[in-house]
């Protein structure tokens, strides 16, 4: 059996071009996640949290098939064209390539803060990512002469799932700062390179090696059509609260002034 993908992200096709071999890395509902030898990521699945550059769209039939088909640790072959899940089951790769938007500029800042302004984080106000911490954390990134590795340290990694809470934000401050600059260029320096420490989850660097180069998935970049609490609400729908984490990360970084 022969199935194809609908769309392919720019860095999955560029991993894929470099590469003969897959393997299984994590699997849920919505897809499940390929890696190669030097633990690049890719993600197979659905668009119900948004399209990926390092991702592979399929549709629902497609996905529920391959998920049918393999298990954690599992080989696949690699081709151009095509992944081989065994004899009898391939992936046409031979597909639209899709690039994530960076018109960062064009986002209508001011309702974007309205946005924002309209949820409420009161689930942030004791533990972990208290206000007051997540001030702290802001204060370090923004400041040229502040001790941000400390803050990124506690920031990184803490939390649970295969994208912690602590990273989220992390994203959702990152993308801010492309919209409005605030980090300084030192730590931005220094998030890369904790971010290739063992630190957290290879998901969660995934996405905050493709953030930190002003890369997000289109669930953030819509917003650069459409600002509005609707676009948002779309966000806080991905994952179990990875979305209402990462537009906490916004609003800490958004909404000081």
Do not use: W
Not at 107 to 132: M, R, V
Request: proline share 3%; charged share 20%.
């Amino acid at each position: 059996m022969i199935l194809t993908a609908q769309a392919i992200g720019a860095s999955a096709s560029r991993i894929l071009n470099h590469t003969t071999e897959l393997k299984v890395h994590s699997c849920f509902n919505k897809g499940f996640n390929v890696v190669d030898k030097d633990d690049n990521l890719i993600f197979i699945g659905t668009t119900e949290n948004g399209m990926f550059p390092f991702g592979v769209v399929v549709d629902a039939y497609t996905r529920d098939r391959l998920l049918q088909s393999i298990q954690v640790g599992q080989t696949l072959k690699a081709h151009p064209r095509a992944l081989a899940f065994d004899r009898n089951l391939q992936l046409n790769i031979n597909v639209n390539v899709f690039k994530a938007s960076q018109n960062f500029e064009a986002i209508h800042l001011n309702q974007l803060k309205e946005s924002i302004q309209a949820f409420d984080f009161c689930e942030y106000a004791d533990g972990d990512f208290n206000p007051a911490k997540m001030q702290s954390i802001y204060d370090a990134l923004s400041n040229p002469h502040g001790d941000a590795k400390t803050e990124l340290r506690y920031l990184i990694g803490r939390g649970q799932g295969l994208t912690p809470s602590g990273d989220d934000m992390l994203v959702g401050m990152l993308f801010v700062h492309f919209i409005r600059p605030f980090i300084q260029p030192q730590h931005l320096t220094e998030i890369e390179q904790l971010v290739d420490e063992p630190l957290t989850t290879l998901v969660s660097q995934t996405f905050l090696k493709y953030a930190v180069k002003r890369i997000f998935s289109s669930k953030l970049t819509d917003l650069m059509e459409d600002a509005s609490k609707s676009t948002l609400e779309k966000l806080l729908q991905v994952g179990s609260s990875s979305g209402k984490d990462t537009l906490y990360g916004m609003s800490i970084a958004l909404l000081k002034e």
